[in-house]
């Protein structure tokens, strides 16, 4: 990285600081932020505690004045010493140029985001629970709501614990969890809790009946993996939650090489014994296909595909997917899995200088060509066609044909959505959404776009809605095309905070945005131009150019137009208003291939033709 006039290394050691540059340099002003977040959520905390303790009314008022008095000698503390390896020292002792100032200072930013998500969960929370709330419940504590009743027919796959010697198999015991999750969903008669919603109860100190009453199940199989060489011991147990009685548990010690062989044994145990419980006649047994004969290239796809479904070192994913493939080109699921993350990285590594989408697609069809049936392989072809090829046209014809193979395929149910809201189509693209939701309540990226989707749609209480759900999550991927709404709703503090979640440090001047949305006709550039300064000195891997709701707000419509197709997400946004009236907006539609999909199929209720090759847009 190059030096600037704020580093204190090499030949600039001997240039004077202002005291603001020296401030930063000690990271006394990163302190003090971190002390003021931390002393607000210490302020909530003290609020909450003194309406549950029989404690003095004044306690609110000593904790303020404590938190003040404490402010200076922190900030000097700051100034004065500096956290070494070796401990704490003056500042004046240590030499610059091994300084770890830098460290010290990214650590810094790392905690105060941290308190940040803590603090938009604890703002949302003050949100979803109404003043009036709290009397009602008050008033009616004798009534207790009749709990859902529990569907006998349903059960939840547990991660199994891996008991490896080393501990180092949770990436391949995710994985085997999963594809007997996956064997069970093919029995029709048998509800299967989602991934997302079980896997979230890992490690849980709840019981078996408590997790079962969270998902709504009447059966958990829950189990441990240990994997010592060739060798694999895999114990599961069947529980009816209702009673917390085992229904069946049995162990397996086999050689790895009997890994298919195992997983056929243990899902059709699990069949026998809730046909004979629940009198499930007539249910089919499981077939397990063997997907390799090379086991070492399953262990591979096992563990890049779990680092894909976390989006978790993708590009170690890549490179398991890439070995797996070459260990047996014949492995169709190795290809889509390898295509499927070769299709998003972009969205989570940032500008590799790989050309990752033409990767994507060959991969894609090759699966295809080993196995016509892969549905995850057609949704990823729909989602390039629309994301690399502006071809929406063919982008929906992929995601339905996935859907056809396979009609749980969450992907595919969110990557439709997302493509038929930016086409316009907003009551189709809720529908989309919501089937995704249905099949995962715990896709938070799927609630996030059908939040969106009602936003642009104009239902603002029900958007909201669904996006507070997704912080309490501490999911706030596509948050930021909330900031707007937040602010001219009263809410300019987690407008605030938010933005400084989006653009990736509580450095960066968010508040210039705030300001651009609150004086949307006015001369906004001298706030752009200090994002852009920040932008170019800083190396947080967000940019601008990333987030188009903040070009939107600062009516930077050329720059809208040159970001990645699948960054335009703002074509309905309630702001886009000027936008939508502008050369830029029709040059990205065109690009974007939603004006011949348009042409194919019919103009959305907020468009309508002009002439033969033009057209009109207003609000959805």
Not at 249 to 270: C, K, L, M, P, V
Not at 329 to 343: D, M, S
Not at 501 to 512: K, T
């Amino acid at each position: 990285m190059q030096a600037t006039l704020n580093d204190n290394s090499g030949p600039l050691r001997s240039q004077p600081l202002s005291l603001f540059n020296e401030l930063k340099r000690r990271n006394v002003i990163r302190v003090g932020v971190l002390y003021l977040v931390a002393a607000w959520l210490l302020l909530q905390l003290t609020d909450v505690l003194s309406s549950l303790l029989p404690v003095p009314e004044s306690t609110g008022s000593l904790v303020i004045v404590l938190l003040v008095l404490g402010f200076f000698p922190v900030v000097i503390f700051a100034w004065i010493y500096e956290m070494t390896p070796e401990g704490l020292k003056r500042e004046v002792d240590i030499d610059r140029s091994e300084s770890v100032v830098p460290d010290t200072g990214k650590k810094t930013n790392t905690l105060t985001t941290v308190l940040l998500v803590i603090a938009i969960a604890g703002l949302v929370t003050d949100r979803l629970i109404p003043e009036s709330s709290v009397d009602t419940k008050i008033a009616s504590v004798d009534v207790v709501e009749a709990p859902l009743p529990v569907d006998d027919r349903s059960i939840a796959v547990l991660p199994f614990a891996d008991l490896s010697p080393d501990q180092n198999q949770q990436y391949f015991t995710d994985g085997l969890s999963e594809e007997l999750l996956n064997l069970l969903v093919r029995v029709d008669e048998l509800r299967v809790a989602s991934r997302t919603s079980s896997f979230a109860f890992r490690g849980s100190s709840l019981g078996i009946p408590e997790i079962s009453k969270a998902l709504n199940v009447g059966h958990i199989l829950e189990g441990s993996v240990r994997k010592d060489g060739d060798r694999i011991r895999i114990t599961a147990q069947l529980i009816e939650a209702g009673t917390d009685t085992h229904l069946w548990s049995e162990n397996f010690d086999r050689d790895f090489t009997d890994i298919f062989a195992i997983q056929d044994e243990i899902a059709n145990a699990i069949v026998s014994a809730l046909t004979g419980e629940l009198g499930m006649g007539g249910v089919r047994a499981v077939t397990v296909e063997v997907a390799t004969e090379n086991l070492d290239a399953y262990e591979m796809y096992l563990t890049a595909r779990e680092l894909f479904i976390r989006r978790d070192q993708l590009p170690e994913s890549i490179r398991l997917f890439r070995k797996a493939v070459e260990l047996d080109p014949g492995f169709a699921r190795a290809w889509a899995g390898l295509a499927a993350v070769e299709a998003i990285i972009y969205d989570y590594v940032f500008d590799d200088g790989i050309d990752h989408f033409p990767i994507a697609k060959k991969a894609a069809e090759t699966a295809i060509s080993l196995n016509p049936d892969m549905s995850l392989a057609l949704a990823v072809l729909g989602s390039l066609a629309s994301d690399w090829e502006g071809d929406i046209v063919s982008s929906i014809r992929y995601y339905d044909a996935a859907l056809e193979k396979d009609a749980k395929n969450t992907s595919a149910w969110l990557w439709r959505g997302i493509d038929l809201s930016n086409s316009g189509f907003l009551d189709e693209a809720i529908a989309s959404l919501q089937r995704c939701i249905d099949i995962d309540p715990g896709y938070q990226n799927c609630r996030q776009h059908l939040a969106r989707a009602y936003l642009y749609k104009g239902d603002t209480a029900t958007a909201h809605r669904l996006h507070d759900e997704t912080l309490e999550h501490m999911f706030y991927a596509n948050s930021d095309i909330f900031v707007s709404t937040f602010v001219r709703s009263g809410h300019r503090n987690l407008a605030l905070l938010i933005a400084d979640m989006v653009l990736g440090s509580a450095d960066a001047p968010a508040n210039e945005w705030i300001r651009a949305i609150e004086n949307p006709g006015g001369d906004n550039s001298a706030g752009f131009a200090l994002l852009k300064d920040w932008e170019s000195r800083t190396n947080t891997g967000k940019r601008i150019a990333t987030e188009p709701v903040l070009l939107l707000s600062f009516r930077a419509y050329d720059e809208i137009a040159t970001i990645p197709i699948s960054a335009r997400n703002v074509l309905w946004h309630p702001d886009g208003d000027e936008f939508r009236t502008t050369p830029q907006f029709k040059a990205v539609i065109r690009e974007m291939g939603i004006f011949k999909y348009w042409q194919a199929r019919g103009f959305p209720s907020q468009c309508k033709p002009v002439g033969d090759d033009d057209f009109e847009c207003g609000r959805p």
